[in-house]
């Protein structure tokens, strides 16, 4: 069996104080109901686990009603940092649950060809993740507004998600960051501070994430298209 866990836990500060972005409408529907359509509706994926904010289920199932999903899905709430939110999600999975594929639930143009693909890189190695290869001319910074070197671009990806694993892979890798009390942002890091190898699947289309008000236009269009 292989799972979607879809973190919607977050309110998305960059949008304003009193914007859940998730539920912004684009496109004819709201963010988290065109991600949650994409693993739904994905051949590869079998049930889906949301991480929902706290006092926000009722949103959720009502959402699910009304988009007569069709794959069995369960809320769990949030925690404190988004490590803490995977990890509950990662509980609520179905024990037969053997790949796992953890999405932001404000990327809603996701690809069910780039699931499938992340899936089988993940079955193969243990972990993988969405990428594209960096096109822009990279500079790292002395910490401020200078430029302190020139970074070969040829090396350099940017990640997305789906960020797929072997749930046992997975599990093991966030216990060893709870266990060193350590942070991480990125579920692949916490891959990398156990010595697993993350597999890298370059995107064919564009996969952006909402993150301000800037964004929305580009992400609609895609849709729309």
Not at 105 to 123: E, F, N, V, W, Y
Request: aromatic share 4%.
């Amino acid at each position: 069996m292989n799972s979607a866990l879809i973190v919607a836990a977050g309110r998305g500060t960059r949008m304003g104080p009193t914007v859940d972005k998730l539920f912004l409408e684009v496109a004819g529907a709201s963010i988290i109901a065109h991600t949650w359509r994409r693993f739904d509706r994905c051949p590869g994926i079998d049930e889906v686990v949301l991480v929902v904010r706290a006092g926000m289920e009722a949103a959720f199932h009502q959402l699910a009603a009304e988009e007569s999903f069709r794959r069995p899905y369960r809320l769990v709430a949030g925690g404190a940092e988004r490590q803490d939110s995977v990890w509950n999600g990662l509980s609520e999975l179905s024990v037969t649950a053997e790949l796992v594929a953890i999405q932001d639930g404000a990327r809603p143009c996701t690809s069910p060809d780039l699931i499938q693909r992340c899936l089988a890189a993940a079955q193969s190695v243990g972990a993988a993740v969405a990428a594209q290869r960096a096109t822009d001319t990279i500079k790292e910074s002395d910490g401020g507004t200078g430029i302190a070197r020139h970074l070969d671009r040829a090396r350099l990806w940017t990640v997305q998600t789906p960020q797929c694993f072997r749930v046992d892979v997975i599990r093991r890798a966030l216990q060893s960051v709870r266990e060193a009390g350590r942070q991480v942002t990125d579920d692949t890091t916490a891959c990398e501070l156990i010595g697993q190898r993350v597999e890298l699947v370059e995107g064919r289309e564009p996969n952006p994430k909402v993150t301000t008000p800037a964004d929305l236009p580009y992400v609609g269009l895609l849709l729309q298209s």
